[in-house]
């Protein structure tokens, strides 16, 4: 089963919404990752938060989390149709050789 | 370079060929990862490589695939006796040593068997 599961699996908003993702996950973890994708090819790095953080921001990008209940949001804030795209967390386990992996995915879409 | 290249960015084969899938890393990443992503699915991790460890290999679906990094740099995944389900597209990823590091993904080859 997937270490890290995001919902919803698809969203559709309004340009100038805000757009909420959440990622679960099951294990423990040293770092926590959100990564988008545009038209199903190389995946782009946004923001990588440690399981000391809680909070972290990046421009209109806000991430949480609670590793109590292993969980993880990324709020986009006023949100662009250029932000549409697949949004992907991905845990780091303890460990400096452990490797990424990747949840299923949102398919985010913002409406013009 | 730039960033991490792969090649060929299309690959269309026959059922029952061979193939190979390159990856040139980011200089200096002694991280390599493959990853599969078929059709409007999610990442399905493959192989990885973290310096002169033994690969994890734990992701490959059969025997059929392998890969090797030569020299800790450039990477080849071979998928031997393709068959149709391996149609999807194939991205690596580099990255720095230790935790807390950011993967920097390819374009990936998009591989079609027919």
């Known amino acids: 089963s997937q270490q890290g599961e995001e919902d919803p699996q698809a969203l559709s908003i309004q340009e100038g919404e805000n757009a909420t993702m959440n990622c679960s996950y099951k294990t423990s973890i040293n770092n926590l990752q959100w990564y988008r994708q545009n038209s199903g090819r190389g995946l782009v790095h946004l923001i990588l938060i440690r399981s000391n953080e809680r909070e972290k921001h990046s421009g209109r990008l806000r991430v949480t989390l609670d590793t109590s209940k292993k969980s993880s949001s990324l709020l986009i804030t006023a949100s662009r149709a250029a932000d549409t795209a697949s949004y992907f967390c991905?845990?780091?386990?303890?460990?400096?050789?452990?490797?990424?992996?990747f949840g299923k995915g949102i398919t985010l879409s913002v409406r013009p | 370079g730039a960033g991490v290249s792969q090649s060929p960015s299309n690959k269309v084969t026959e059922k029952g060929k061979d193939v190979e899938l390159r990856c040139d890393p980011i200089?200096?990443?002694?991280?390599l990862y493959w990853y599969r992503q078929s059709l409007g699915q999610g990442l399905e991790f493959l192989i990885y490589?973290?310096?002169?460890?033994?690969?994890?290999k734990s992701g490959l679906p059969s025997d059929r695939f392998s890969a090797e990094r030569t020299g800790g740099s450039v990477s080849t995944l071979t998928i031997q006796r393709t068959q149709q389900e391996d149609s999807a597209v194939y991205l690596c990823?580099?990255?720095?040593?230790?935790?807390?590091?950011?993967?920097?993904f390819g374009q990936g080859t998009r591989l079609t068997v027919v």
């Open positions: 990823a580099s990255s720095l040593w230790g935790q807390n590091t950011e993967a920097f």
């Open positions: 200089s200096g990443h002694t991280a």
């Open positions: 991905a845990t780091g386990l303890p460990g400096a050789n452990s490797k990424l992996t």
């Open positions: 490589f973290q310096g002169n460890s033994a690969p994890d």
